[in-house]
C-alpha cells in the first residue's frame, strides 16, 4: 500500500503512462525488463524496435530481442503485484460499502435473535479457544525449532561457501597457471626462431645477389684490363671488345629494385579471445597476410564437468614447397659431410630441418576426465637422399638412426621429446617411436599398403631375397611393414646363406625397422611347384618400393643411462623386463635425453603424474632401482671394489706439530687435522667451487653402497669428502667425514660423486686418545670430562706430539698442548688432572690392588625377576621392538670387544658360504662385533647383518665379515616391548610419528626396565621408566598415551582380588640387590691353543725406469698448408695435423694395437725419470703419451699425436716408447698477434675457439719457420664473415696537454678534481680558444650527445688512447683509457681529460671519439700544490685508500677551501715532483692551506 502512494511504480518512464493488466475490453500494456535492467511499457519497446534489437533511451545500450519480439523480453513480476494488489483492493472496497447499506436495516431485528444464539454456544465456545490454546503452544515450540534450524542452515552455508570459494580459487589459479606458462613456452619458442627471419625477405636476397653479381663481373673486367695494360701482348688472347662493353655499360639504378628494402616479413602476430561465462578461449597466432600461414597455439579453460581440451597444430607453411615449415626455425649447422655432398643433394633445394613435434600430457587419477593434451607440430620437407645399395644398406640405416637419435637429443634441449616404447629387451636394450611423429607414421604406413595392394610389389621366381636387405612382411596386427632381413634360409641347407632365390626360400629372420622387434618367418609350401612356391612367399612377404627406402626407421634404439642388473652375475630378469612394460604401458611418456654410445641413446623415461595428488613425473630408471630390480652403475677398481680413500698419513712421534681438534667423542677418540700443509685448504677450496657452481643430475649418488666414497653436503652449502659406512634406513645413510672424523646420518639427495681429483689428498682427520690419562671411576669417561675437554680443545689450534706408535686400526696417543703468550705451552691433561676429572696413569699403577677378574660371559643371561633395572636404550624399531642393553654389563662388553679384535685383526679373509642364521665377527664402524646373517648374501656380495649387541641391521661385503668361534656367540642386546598399550588410529601397526617420538625421546638415553614376567619369547614385554626434567619417574607407555599415539590396551575384568603374601613383600623389596646376580660367575669358555698368523707381506721395490721423448714433429714448410685441428689448450696453443700426418696416424694406430695386444704387469716404477710413454685411452685403446706430471695416484699425460691433456690414474700408464721412430704427429701453434684479454685465455674463449676449430680443416699460414712448437701461424677458415666484422677502430694519437705560464706568472683558475690535498686539476680560461670547424669543444661535444647512435663502439683499449665515455648525467664526454683493471667481466680504468676525475665503466659505455675532438687539448692540468705536505704523525680517523699519509679530514678540509676562484702561482718544484708546482692564494692574498696547518692536518714543507 505504501507502493501504491508513489505513482512512478506504475507509471511507464517514457510515455508516463499506466501500466495495464489484461481485462476483458482493455488489452494489456505489461512493464518489460531490458539487459541493461531498465523498465519500459510494452507499447513503448514497441515503438523503439529496429532490426530485431531495442536501444535503451536511458544508457543507450542495445537489447537483442528473442525469437517473440518485444513480448518475449521478460516482465517486471514486482510491477505487476502492485498492479494486481491495487485491483483487487479497489473491487473488495466496492464489494463492502455495498453489503454495509443492506446490513443497517436488519440491525433491530438481528440483535435479539443473535443473543439468543450467543447464550446455546458458549459451551462450544470454551472447547474452540482451549483447541485454539493447546494448537498456539504447540506453533510456538515449531516456531522456536524452526529458527534454530534455520540459524543452523545459515551458519552451515557460510562454511560450505568458504570451503567451496578456496577449492574454486585453488583451481582457478591452478588453470590460470598453466596457461600462462603454455602462453610464455609458445612465446619463448617464436623468439628462439626469430634467427631464421631472414628466409622471409627473399625479394632482398635476390637484389643482393643481383648485385654482387654485378660487383663480381666489373671487378673481373677491371682484373681484365689492368692485365691487358701492362701487358699489351695478352690483347690476341682476350676478348677485349667485351671486357670494353662491360666497363662502359652504364648503371641504371632502374634495374635495381630498391623498394625491396621497406618491406616487411609479411608476418604478424595477432591475438583473439573469446568470454564466456565459464569459459575463455583465446587464440595466438603468427601468420602471413598474403598466404594465411598461421603459427598457433589454443589454451582453452574448460568448464567443470566438461569434456576434454581439444589440441590445435603448432606449424608453419612454407610457400616454396608447398609443405609446412616453420618461417623462423633455422636449418641444422651441422650435418654430415655424406649427407650436404653436391652428388647426393639437390640445388634447387636448401636442407630443411627434420620434423619435430613437441607434447605435453597431464593424466588425472579420475575414470571420468580425459587426459589434457597441448600439442604443438612443426612438419618440414623431407631431404632427398638417395637410396643406398649393397653393403651400403647398414651403414646407411645406421647413419640415419644416428641422425634422427641427434634430432631428439640435440636440436630442442630444452624441450624433452614425449616417445612411445614399441618394444622392450631389457631396460637398457629398448626401442621408441617419437609421438611427435605419429602423424608421419601412419601416413608411411597407408604408403606401404596401398603399394603391397599392387601387383608390382610381389615376388617373381627369377627375384632373389638377400641378407642384409629391405623387404615388406606382415606385422602382428595384419598390416605390412618394412622389415631388414637378417638371416636367410634356403632349401636343402642346413645353416642360413648370403642370398636365396624366391623359389627356394624356407624361412627369413627379419628386423621391423619402425617398431624394433624381430621375428622368424617360416614359408609353409602346398606343393613343390615353383609358382606355388613364390606364392607362399607373398603371402607373408612383399618387395619394397625404392621410394620407401631412404626413409629412416622410426624405431630409435635407446638405453636407460647408467643402469646395470641388480645381480650382474645373473644379468637381466624377466621381472625387470616385466616391470618396465608395466610402468611405460601403451601410452606417451617423457624422454630426457643424455647423450649416445656406439649402438644406442642413453635416455631416462619419465611417465606423466597418476593424479592431482602428486604433480612429480615417475622415472622409469628410479623406479626399477627402487623396486630393486636394477641398480645405477658405481664406478669400481680393477679389483672390483669401490674406490677408497688413502689412510691418514700419522705423525711422527715426539716431533711437534701444529692441529686443530675438528671432533670429540671422548678423550680416547677425538680427532685432529695437521695445519702444516696448505694443500689441505686448496682442497676445501676446489670441493666448495666444484659443488656448489655444478648441479645436475650426473652428479647425484642414487644407491650409495658400504664403503663408497663421494662428497655430503655439511650445513649450508659446505661439501667434505665422506665415506658411507652404513645404511640408516628412510633415504639416510650413515657417513664419516674422512677429514673432520665427525659421523653423522645424512640424506641420500645430499650426496654427490666424487672427481677423480680428489682422490689423490689422503684423509686429514688423524684418530686420537689423550696420553698418560684413565677414567677417575670405572672404565667409561664421566659426561662432566667429556664436555670439559670439548670446552678446551673442540676447534681449537694447539701443539701436538705423538707419545707412541701405533697400529691405524687404534687411536694415535697424543699430547695437547695449549700455546700462551707469556706463560709456558699448558698440558691439557694436566688440567683436567688437577680439576680431578681424570686420573694419570702413574698414578694408578701405583696404587693397583689385584682385583679378581670377573669372568667373561658371552651371553645375556637374566634372573626371575627383574624390577627397577638401570638400562640403555641402544635401538629402536617401534614401541613393540626397540633394544635395551644392561648398563651392569658394559664391562663385559668392552671385553668382548678386546677378544674380538684380538681374534680377528690379524685374521684374512676367508671363503665362507654365509647363510642366513650364521654367526659372524663384523667390521662396523673400525670396530670388531657379533653379528647375524639375516639375508642371503646378494650378487655383489653384500650381506645384511644384524648387530648381535645393538640390534640394528647393517649392510656389510662379505670382506668385513670373519666366522665366529663358538664360545663368543651371544648377545647383549635384549629386544623388548612395551606391555599395556597398543597402536591408536585403529591399526594394528604404530606409526611413523609413534615410532619417531619414541626414538628421539629415547634413543641412547638410560631408563629404568622392569620384567612383570620372563618368558623365552622374544620381545619380552616390559615397562619401561625414564627420569623427567623434575626428578620424577615417567612412564613411557603414558607418555604416548598423553600425546595421543598409544592408547591403553582393553584388560578383562578382575572378579577376585588376592592379598599380596609377605614372601613377594620381600622379594620385591630385593630386586633391585638381585642384578648383581647377572654378574654371577659364569662357566669358563677355554681360549684356542693359538691366535692364526698371517701370512708375511713382501713389499714390491721400486723399478727405475727413464724414458725420453718422442721425436719432435716435422714442421711444415713456411707458407700456406692444410692442416687439421685436433685439439685447442687452455693456454690458446692449437694443436693441427697435416693431411699427410692424418694418413700416418692411422696407420700407426694399427701398428700399435697390433703391438700391444696384452696388457703388461703393473709396477712400481719411478715416475720422475719418465718422459715418454705408452697411454690407455678411454676406449682401451693405446695411445703414445708423454708425462707431465705426478700428482699421487693420479698423472697427467698428452697425447702427443692429439695434443690433448689429461689427468689419469697410474695404472693406465706404461713406460714404454711405442713406434719410436715415428715423430710426433700434431704441431703446437699460435695465433699471431692475437693476445688473450686479460693476459691469460679465458674458458669462454678457448670455448669458441674449439667451437670454431675443432676437428675442422682449415688453411693454415705459417709465418715464423720456428724451430721447436709453438709455430706463429696466421689461419684462414673457410667462414664466410662478410658484414659480420663492422668498421675498424681508428687509432688516435694522445691528447694535448695545456702548459703553464713561465715561472713567477700568476693566473686565475678554478679547481675541477682533487686528489689529494696537494694533488689537484686546475683549469683557466684561454684566451685564444681553439675552434676547429668554426665550433668550439662544447659545441663539438653538444652536437655529438645529441646524436649518440652515430657513435662506434670501442674495440681496442690502448693505454692512453683518446675515447669518449658516458657520465651519470648520460651524456659523452671526452676520455682516455689508462688500464684494464678486470677481464671477466672487461673493466676498463678512464681518466677524464677535462675534468681530472677518474672512473672505472664497462665496454658499453665508451665510444669512438672523432678525430676533430683532438685537436682541442685536455682542459684541465695535473699540478703539485708547493708549500706543505702531509703531517708526519699519523692523524686519528679514516685514510684514503690510494695514498695512506693523507687523511680524509684534511681532503674535505681542502676541498672546502678551493671553492670559486683562486690564483696561482708558477713556481720553481722539487726534482722529486713530477707534475708542474704552484702556489694557491685566496681572494685574500692567503695561501690556501693555511687553515690546514692551523687544524693540524697538513704541515710546512
Same mark, same amino acid.
Given at each position: 500500500?505504501? @507502493? ?21 475490453? $482493455? ?33 543507450? $545500450?542495445e537489447s537483442i530481442l528473442p525469437e517473440e519480439g518485444v513480448y518475449g523480453l521478460q516482465e517486471d513480476t514486482g510491477i505487476i503485484g502492485l498492479i494486481y494488489s491495487a485491483k483487487m483492493k479497489k473491487m473488495r472496497w466496492s464489494d463492502t460499502s455495498k453489503r454495509g447499506s443492506s446490513r443497517r436495516g436488519r440491525a433491530t431485528s438481528s440483535d435479539i435473535s443473535c443473543t439468543l444464539k450467543d447464550m446455546e454456544q458458549l459451551p462450544e465456545l470454551e472447547k474452540v479457544e482451549k483447541a485454539m490454546d493447546e494448537a498456539m503452544t504447540s506453533a510456538k515450540e515449531n516456531l522456536a525449532k524452526l529458527k534454530v534450524l534455520h540459524q543452523t542452515l545459515i551458519e552451515g552455508l557460510e562454511k560450505q561457501m568458504k570451503k567451496e570459494e578456496a577449492r574454486l580459487e585453488k583451481e582457478i589459479n591452478r588453470a590460470t597457471d598453466k596457461a600462462i606458462n603454455v602462453t610464455r613456452k609458445w612465446g619463448q619458442m617464436q623468439l628462439s626462431q626469430l634467427s631464421g627471419l631472414q628466409l622471409h625477405f627473399s625479394s632482398t636476397h635476390a637484389e643482393i645477389c643481383k648485385v654482387k653479381g654485378r660487383i663480381a663481373t666489373l671487378e673481373d673486367a677491371l682484373q681484365k684490363a689492368k692485365t691487358v695494360r701492362r701487358l699489351p701482348f695478352l690483347k690476341q688472347y682476350g676478348d677485349l671488345d667485351k671486357i670494353l662493353t662491360t666497363l662502359k655499360a652504364p648503371l641504371d639504378n632502374q634495374s635495381f629494385d630498391m623498394k625491396c628494402i621497406t618491406k616487411g616479413c609479411g608476418l604478424s602476430v595477432s591475438f583473439r579471445s573469446q568470454c564466456l561465462n565459464q569459459s575463455v578461449n583465446f587464440f595466438i597466432k603468427m601468420d602471413k597476410n598474403e598466404t594465411k600461414d598461421v603459427s598457433e597455439v589454443s589454451l582453452t579453460q574448460i568448464q567443470q564437468h566438461s569434456g576434454p581440451v581439444e589440441s590445435f597444430d603448432n606449424s608453419y607453411r612454407h610457400l616454396s614447397h608447398g609443405k609446412t615449415r616453420s618461417p623462423l626455425r633455422r636449418s641444422p649447422r651441422r650435418m654430415s659431410p655424406r649427407r650436404m655432398s653436391p652428388r647426393r643433394r639437390p640445388e634447387s633445394r636448401c636442407p630443411s630441418p627434420n620434423p619435430k613435434r613437441n607434447l605435453c600430457k597431464t593424466s588425472s587419477a579420475d575414470d571420468t576426465t580425459d587426459d589434457i593434451i597441448i600439442e604443438e607440430v612443426i612438419n618440414t620437407v623431407e631431404e632427398f637422399v638417395a637410396p643406398p645399395t649393397g653393403p651400403e644398406l647398414a651403414n646407411d640405416a645406421h647413419r640415419s638412426r644416428c641422425k634422427r637419435s641427434w634430432n631428439l637429443s640435440g636440436k630442442r634441449k630444452n624441450v624433452a621429446p614425449w616417445v612411445v616404447v614399441t618394444h622392450v629387451v631389457n631396460p637398457t636394450h629398448f626401442y621408441v617411436c617419437s609421438w611427435a611423429e605419429k602423424r608421419e607414421s601412419d601416413v608411411l604406413s597407408k604408403k606401404i599398403n596401398t603399394f603391397c595392394n599392387q601387383n608390382i610389389s610381389f615376388f617373381s621366381a627369377t627375384d632373389e631375397v638377400q641378407a642384409g636387405s629391405l623387404i615388406l612382411a606382415k606385422g602382428n596386427s595384419g598390416l605390412w611393414c618394412r622389415t ?65 627406402? &631412404? ?37 606417451? *611418456? ?42 645405477? +652403475? ?47 685448504? #686448496? ?59 665427525? @659421523? ?124 627397577? *633395572?638401570?638400562?640403555?636404550?641402544? &635401538? ?6 626397540? +633394544? ?7 664391562? =663385559?662388553?668392552?671385553? %668382548?670387544?678386546? %677378544?674380538? @679384535? ?12 654365509? @647363510? ?40 656389510? &661385503? ?58 623365552? !619369547? ?34 578383562? #575384568? ?32 677355554? %681360549? ?25 714433429? !716435422? ?31 692411422? =696407420? ?82 699460435? #695465433? ?118 652515430? #657513435? ?39 681518466? &677524464? ?109
Open positions: 500500500m505504501q @507502493k501504491m502512494e508513489q505513482p512512478n511504480d506504475v507509471i511507464c518512464n517514457f510515455c508516463e503512462n499506466e501500466y495495464t493488466l489484461t481485462d476483458n475490453e $482493455v488489452e494489456s500494456n505489461l512493464p518489460r525488463i531490458l539487459i541493461c535492467g531498465h523498465i519500459f511499457c510494452t507499447t513503448c519497446l514497441q515503438s523503439m524496435e529496429f532490426e530485431n534489437a531495442v536501444k535503451c533511451p536511458d544508457c543507450e $545500450v631388414k632381413v637378417l638371416e636367410v634360409f634356403q632349401n636343402g641347407h642346413g645353416s642360413s646363406v648370403q642370398f636365396c632365390p624366391v623359389d627356394q626360400l624356407t624361412g627369413v629372420s627379419i628386423f621391423f625397422v619402425d617398431y624394433g622387434f624381430t621375428n622368424n618367418v617360416n614359408i609353409e609350401r602346398i606343393c613343390s611347384s615353383t609358382q606355388s612356391s613364390v606364392d607362399a612367399v607373398n603371402n607373408q612377404l612383399r618387395k619394397i618400393n625404392p621410394e620407401l627406402i &631412404h626413409i629412416a626407421p622410426q624405431a630409435i634404439r635407446c638405453s636407460l643411462k647408467d643402469l646395470v642388473p641388480y645381480d650382474l652375475a645373473k644379468g637381466w630378469c624377466r621381472e625387470a623386463q616385466v616391470e618396465f612394460c608395466q610402468v611405460v604401458g601403451s601410452g606417451a *611418456v617423457e624422454m630426457i635425453s643424455y647423450g649416445q654410445d656406439s649402438e644406442a641413446l642413453l635416455v631416462d623415461l619419465k611417465k606423466p603424474p597418476m593424479g592431482p595428488s602428486s604433480e612429480i613425473p615417475i622415472s622409469i630408471r628410479d623406479h626399477l632401482v627402487f623396486i630393486e630390480v636394477a641398480r645405477f +652403475y658405481c664406478p669400481m677398481n680393477s679389483s672390483g671394489r669401490p674406490l677408497k680413500y688413502y689412510t691418514a698419513v700419522l705423525p711422527i712421534i715426539h716431533v711437534e706439530y701444529s692441529a686443530v681438534v675438528t671432533h670429540i667423542n671422548c678423550l680416547d677418540d677425538f680427532y685432529i687435522q695437521l695445519t702444516d700443509n696448505m694443500e689441505t685448504s #686448496l682442497l676445501e677450496d676446489k670441493l666448495q667451487q666444484y659443488y656448489n657452481t655444478k648441479s645436475g643430475e650426473d652428479l647425484l649418488v642414487y644407491c650409495p653402497d658400504i664403503g663408497q666414497a663421494c662428497v655430503a653436503r655439511l650445513g649450508e652449502n659446505m661439501w667434505y669428502r665422506v665415506e658411507v659406512i652404513g645404511h640408516a634406513g628412510g633415504q639416510t645413510v650413515e657417513v664419516q667425514y674422512i677429514d673432520l672424523g665427525l @659421523k653423522a646420518s645424512v640424506f641420500v639427495s645430499d650426496l654427490r660423486k666424487i672427481k677423480d681429483e680428489f682422490f689423490f689428498l689422503p684423509a686429514q682427520a688423524i684418530q686420537c686418545c689423550l696420553s698418560d690419562v684413565l677414567p677417575l671411576a670405572g672404565e667409561t669417561w664421566s659426561d662432566a670430562c667429556i664436555k670439559r675437554f670439548s670446552s678446551l680443545a673442540l676447534d681449537k689450534l694447539f701443539t701436538i706430539m705423538a707419545t707412541e706408535t701405533s697400529p691405524k686400526t687404534k687411536p694415535l696417543p697424543v699430547k695437547l698442548f695449549e700455546s700462551t703468550p707469556n706463560d709456558s705451552p699448558t698440558d691439557i691433561a694436566q688440567v683436567l688432572i688437577t680439576e680431578r676429572l681424570v686420573c694419570s696413569k702413574d698414578s694408578i699403577k701405583a696404587n693397583i690392588v689385584e682385583v679378581p677378574t670377573m669372568e667373561f660371559q658371552p651371553q645375556l643371561s637374566l634372573p626371575g625377576t627383574v624390577k627397577d *633395572v638401570k638400562v640403555r636404550v641402544i &635401538h629402536i624399531d617401534s614401541p613393540s621392538s626397540f +633394544y635395551v642393553h644392561f648398563v651392569k654389563f658394559d664391562s =663385559q662388553l668392552k671385553r %668382548l670387544t678386546e %677378544l674380538l @679384535k684380538e681374534e680377528c685383526e690379524l685374521m684374512e679373509p676367508q671363503d665362507v658360504a654365509w @647363510k642366513p642364521g650364521m654367526f659372524c665377527a663384523a667390521y662396523i664402524n673400525h670396530v670388531w662385533e657379533r653379528g647375524l646373517i639375516s639375508s642371503q648374501v646378494s650378487a655383489d656380495s653384500v650381506a645384511e647383518v644384524k648387530r648381535s649387541d645393538h640390534g640394528n641391521k647393517v649392510k656389510l &661385503h662379505v670382506s668385513s665379515l670373519r666366522p665366529l668361534p663358538a664360545s663368543l656367540e651371544g648377545s647383549f642386546a635384549l629386544e623388548c616391548s612395551l606391555t599395556d598399550i597398543r597402536p591408536a588410529g585403529g591399526k594394528p601397526s604404530w606409526t611413523a610419528t609413534a615410532c619417531d617420538y619414541m626414538r628421539d625421546s629415547l634413543l641412547g638415553a638410560l631408563a629404568l626396565i622392569t620384567i612383570p614376567e620372563l618368558t623365552d !619369547e622374544r620381545p619380552v614385554a616390559v615397562i619401561l621408566c625414564t627420569t623427567s626434567l623434575t626428578g620424577e619417574s615417567v612412564s613411557t607407555s603414558d607418555c604416548l598415551t598423553y600425546v595421543g599415539l598409544a592408547l591403553r590396551k582393553r584388560k578383562p #575384568l578382575e572378579l577376585t582380588v588376592e592379598k599380596p603374601n609377605e614372601s613377594d613383600a620381600q622379594s620385591s623389596d630385593t630386586n633391585v640387590q638381585a642384578i648383581p646376580s647377572l654378574g654371577a660367575t659364569p662357566p669358563v669358555y677355554p %681360549l684356542p691353543p693359538f691366535l692364526p698368523r698371517p701370512t708375511p707381506r713382501t713389499t714390491m721395490p721400486t723399478e727405475k725406469v727413464k724414458t725420453n721423448l718422442y721425436k719432435a714433429p !716435422e714442421l711444415p714448410k713456411v707458407g700456406l698448408n692444410h692442416m687439421t685441428v685436433s685439439a685447442v689448450k687452455e693456454d690458446g696453443l692449437i694443436y693441427v695435423r697435416t693431411d699427410a700426418a692424418g694418413i700416418l696416424l692411422e =696407420q700407426l694406430k694399427v701398428e700399435i694395437q697390433q703391438s700391444m695386444k696384452t696388457l703388461p704387469n703393473q709396477k712400481p716404477y719411478t715416475w720422475k725419470t719418465v718422459k715418454g710413454c705408452a697411454v690407455i685411452g678411454p676406449d682401451m685403446l693405446w695411445y703414445r703419451g708423454q708425462l707431465l706430471e705426478v700428482l699421487g695416484g693420479h698423472v697427467k699425460v698428452q697425447y702427443v699425436d692429439y695434443g690433448l691433456v689429461e689427468n689419469i690414474p697410474v695404472v693406465h700408464v706404461y713406460p714404454r716408447l711405442l713406434c719410436q721412430d715415428i715423430p710426433q704427429l700434431c704441431i703446437a701453434c699460435q #695465433l699471431n698477434t692475437i693476445n688473450p684479454v686479460g693476459s691469460s685465455w679465458q674458458q669462454d674463449a678457448v670455448e669458441l675457439l674449439n667451437e670454431m676449430l675443432l676437428y675442422r680443416r682449415v688453411d693454415v699460414y705459417i709465418l715464423v719457420p720456428a724451430l721447436s712448437s709453438p709455430v706463429y701461424v696466421s689461419e684462414f677458415w673457410n667462414i664466410d664473415t662478410e658484414g659480420l666484422l663492422g668498421p675498424q677502430m681508428v687509432t688516435l694519437d694522445s691528447f694535448m696537454e695545456r702548459s703553464l705560464p713561465e715561472k713567477g706568472k700568476s693566473l686565475t683558475v678554478r679547481v675541477r678534481h682533487l686528489q689529494t690535498p696537494n694533488e689537484v686539476f686546475l683549469w683557466w680560461e684561454d684566451t685564444t680558444q681553439e675552434v676547429v670547424d668554426e665550433k668550439t669543444l662544447e659545441q663539438h661535444l653538444m652536437a655529438i650527445n645529441a646524436d649518440v647512435h652515430s #657513435l662506434l663502439p670501442v674495440t681496442n683499449f690502448p693505454q692512453g688512447g683518446p675515447c669518449l665515455a658516458k657520465y651519470s648525467d648520460g651524456s659523452f664526454y671526452r676520455a682516455k683509457m689508462l688500464d684494464i683493471v678486470c677481464a671477466d667481466p672487461v673493466r676498463i680504468l678512464i681518466q &677524464h681529460v677535462d675534468y681530472g676525475s677518474n672512473d672505472i665503466v664497462a665496454t658499453d659505455v665508451l665510444r669512438q671519439m672523432p678525430v676533430e675532438l683532438l685537436s682541442f687539448p685536455a682542459q684541465v692540468l695535473k699540478v703539485h700544490v708547493a708549500g706543505f705536505k702531509a703531517p708526519s704523525t699519523r692523524a686519528e680517523g679514516e685514510m684514503l685508500p690510494y695514498s695512506p699519509e693523507w687523511s680524509v679530514k684534511a681532503t674535505l678540509a681542502m676541498l672546502e677551501l678551493l671553492h670559486g676562484e683562486i690564483t696561482a702561482t708558477v713556481v720553481e718544484g722539487r726534482p722529486t715532483v713530477r707534475d708542474p708546482s704552484v702556489l694557491l692564494f685566496s681572494q685574500d692574498g692567503h695561501s690556501v692551506f693555511l687553515p690546514l696547518l692551523a687544524r693540524g692536518l697538513a704541515q710546512l714543507d
